[in-house]
């Protein structure tokens, strides 16, 4: 017994290790040691390559039974990616290494998933859910402090553009982006911790954090989880159609300003310029896309792709091979363009998929700031994907993860009064 009790606490402290690690990936990969900077680069692809591995362990050795929630969102996922490399097949562009690193970015948020869904379905989500609050409310305290520090009294770190009322935060990290990412994630996992209301000023404190990187996205985001955490925990409020159309409302408020600015604007916009591409790219190869590697992921960047060439962004300010910022600025283009119009339907259906679940277990009775922790991951990647990498970003892996991690342990629970509400009857029959 002892033996197994230890490989479960090392096998716990490995996934909190992970969170760190993936929490300042960001910040590791800028690091001015060439060695740090170089190991780091793509270990968020790396360890999806390991979920993945031991996801096939568990199904082929162990035969793991799928449930049939977990089915249906599997076969999408599959469909979608296997889409995807039929794609690059056809289109035939890049290089084996640049296509098969892009797949991993691309389906690393499905594998974070289902490696929490069913590697790790049997593990002691209590002691990992203590482990992971104790590290997820030290992290709020030190980034806090250090927020305050940079924006009002005397800055350690290099200030960013000026936003607002201040100027944007990034800390350790290279960009104010990847900050609010990473302050994002850790107020999520202290929802997905918190048991009733104990973790409040931790989550007061890592929104402060992700406030000041000045992000509108992040702001946006920031604003839906306690506007649900208020109306909905707080007040207590039950009208459906007045928190339907609060939300519409809400939606659109925040989102119009974003869409307006990336893609209605007369002005130059990078990300409306490839937006239109992607879309012209989708209906000229339809019902094919160009494949993984091949527009607006970073790795169609890295191995700088040839349909960048063809619509001319090496002559573009920003676009072109020596100074590329803005290539891999949205989700929509990458997805649109490599996926065509059939992979982008799927993957539509697959957000819906992850969306339903969330629902599903509010009408379960789960405890609200779990379910509030399941709607924003959501919520999260749905209002970033109007202007950043989004579902293949770098986060995409563990927030992924916490969500499935936070479905197993609802799932049990659930599980758990059913058996014993047919155990009464049974009794009592």
Same mark, same amino acid.
């Given at each position: 017994?002892?033996?197994?009790?230890?490989?479960?606490?090392?096998?716990?402290?490995?996934?909190?290790?992970?969170?760190?690690?993936?929490?300042?990936?960001?910040?590791?990969?800028?690091?001015?040691?060439?060695?740090?900077?170089?190991?780091?680069?793509?270990?968020?692809?790396?360890?999806?390559?390991?979920?993945?591995?031991?996801?096939?362990?568990?199904?082929?050795?162990?035969?793991?039974?799928?449930?049939?929630?977990?089915?249906?969102?599997?076969?999408?996922?599959?469909?979608?990616?296997?889409?995807?490399?039929?794609?690059?097949?056809?289109?035939?562009?890049?290089?084996?290494?640049?296509?098969?690193?892009?797949?991993?970015?691309?389906?690393?948020?499905?594998?974070?998933?289902?490696?929490?869904?069913?590697?790790?379905?049997?593990?002691?989500?209590?002691?990992?859910?203590?482990?992971?609050?104790?590290?997820?409310?030290?992290?709020?305290?030190?980034?806090?402090?250090?927020?305050?520090?940079?924006?009002?009294?005397?800055?350690?770190?290099?200030?960013?553009?000026?936003?607002?009322?201040?100027?944007?935060?990034?800390?350790?990290?290279?960009?104010?982006?990847?900050?609010?990412?990473?302050?994002?994630?850790?107020?999520?996992?202290?929802?997905?911790?918190?048991?009733?209301?104990?973790?409040?000023?931790?989550?007061?404190?890592?929104?402060?954090?992700?406030?000041?990187?000045?992000?509108?996205?992040?702001? @946006?985001? $920031? =604003?839906? %989880?306690?506007?649900?955490?208020?109306?909905?925990? *707080?007040?207590? /409020?039950?009208?459906?159609?007045?928190?339907?159309?609060?939300?519409?409302?809400?939606?659109?408020?925040?989102?119009?300003?974003?869409?307006?600015?990336?893609?209605?604007?007369?002005?130059?916009?990078?990300?409306?310029?490839?937006?239109?591409?992607?879309?012209?790219?989708?209906?000229?190869?339809?019902?094919?896309?160009?494949?993984?590697?091949?527009?607006?992921?970073?790795?169609?960047?890295?191995?700088?792709?040839?349909?960048?060439?063809?619509?001319?962004?090496?002559?573009?300010?920003?676009?072109?091979?020596?100074?590329?910022?803005?290539?891999?600025?949205?989700?929509?283009? @990458?997805? $649109? =363009?490599? %996926?065509?119009?059939?992979?982008?339907?799927?993957? *539509?259906?697959? /957000?819906?998929?992850?969306?339903?679940?969330?629902?599903?277990?509010?009408?379960?009775?789960?405890?609200?700031?779990?379910?509030?922790?399941?709607?924003?991951?959501?919520?999260?990647?749905?209002?970033?994907?109007?202007?950043?990498?989004?579902?293949?970003?770098?986060?995409?892996?563990?927030?992924?993860?916490?969500?499935?991690?936070?479905?197993?342990?609802?799932?049990?629970?659930?599980?758990?009064?059913?058996?014993?509400?047919?155990?009464?009857?049974?009794?009592?029959?």
């Amino acid at each position: 017994m002892k033996v197994v009790f230890r490989k479960r606490r090392i096998r716990e402290y490995f996934l909190i290790a992970i969170y760190v690690i993936l929490l300042f990936n960001q910040a590791l990969q800028s690091s001015e040691i060439p060695v740090i900077a170089g190991v780091f680069h793509y270990i968020d692809e790396g360890l999806a390559v390991l979920f993945l591995i031991m996801i096939l362990i568990k199904v082929v050795r162990r035969g793991y039974v799928f449930k049939l929630y977990d089915q249906i969102i599997f076969i999408f996922a599959a469909v979608f990616l296997v889409f995807g490399f039929v794609c690059t097949f056809i289109a035939d562009i890049q290089t084996v290494k640049a296509y098969m690193i892009d797949f991993f970015s691309c389906a690393k948020f499905f594998i974070g998933y289902f490696a929490a869904r069913f590697y790790w379905d049997d593990i002691d989500t209590d002691y990992l859910k203590n482990q992971l609050n104790f590290t997820s409310r030290l992290i709020s305290v030190v980034l806090f402090l250090l927020a305050i520090n940079e924006e009002f009294i005397n800055p350690l770190f290099t200030l960013a553009d000026q936003r607002y009322f201040g100027y944007s935060i990034r800390l350790m990290f290279n960009h104010p982006t990847n900050l609010a990412a990473c302050a994002s994630t850790v107020l999520v996992t202290l929802a997905a911790c918190s048991k009733k209301r104990e973790n409040t000023l931790y989550m007061v404190m890592i929104s402060v954090v992700a406030i000041f990187t000045f992000r509108s996205k992040v702001m @946006a985001f $920031i =604003a839906v %989880f306690w506007g649900l955490y208020l109306v909905l925990d *707080v007040f207590k /409020i039950r009208n459906r159609m007045l928190i339907t159309v609060g939300g519409i409302a809400s939606v659109y408020y925040i989102g119009y300003d974003q869409i307006n600015n990336y893609y209605l604007t007369k002005r130059w916009s990078p990300r409306k310029i490839m937006l239109i591409d992607a879309i012209n790219l989708a209906n000229k190869h339809f019902p094919f896309g160009m494949g993984y590697a091949s527009f607006g992921t970073h790795m169609s960047v890295s191995s700088y792709s040839p349909i960048y060439y063809e619509l001319g962004y090496h002559r573009m300010p920003g676009m072109n091979p020596y100074k590329p910022r803005y290539l891999n600025d949205g989700f929509w283009q @990458a997805e $649109i =363009a490599q %996926f065509g119009w059939v992979g982008t339907l799927i993957f *539509v259906i697959l /957000i819906a998929m992850f969306f339903v679940t969330a629902f599903k277990f509010r009408n379960k009775n789960i405890p609200f700031l779990k379910f509030n922790a399941l709607l924003c991951i959501n919520l999260f990647f749905l209002i970033t994907s109007i202007g950043e990498m989004s579902y293949f970003y770098t986060h995409a892996l563990l927030l992924f993860f916490i969500m499935g991690l936070i479905v197993s342990e609802n799932r049990k629970s659930l599980d758990a009064v059913v058996t014993k509400k047919s155990t009464e009857e049974n009794g009592d029959t």
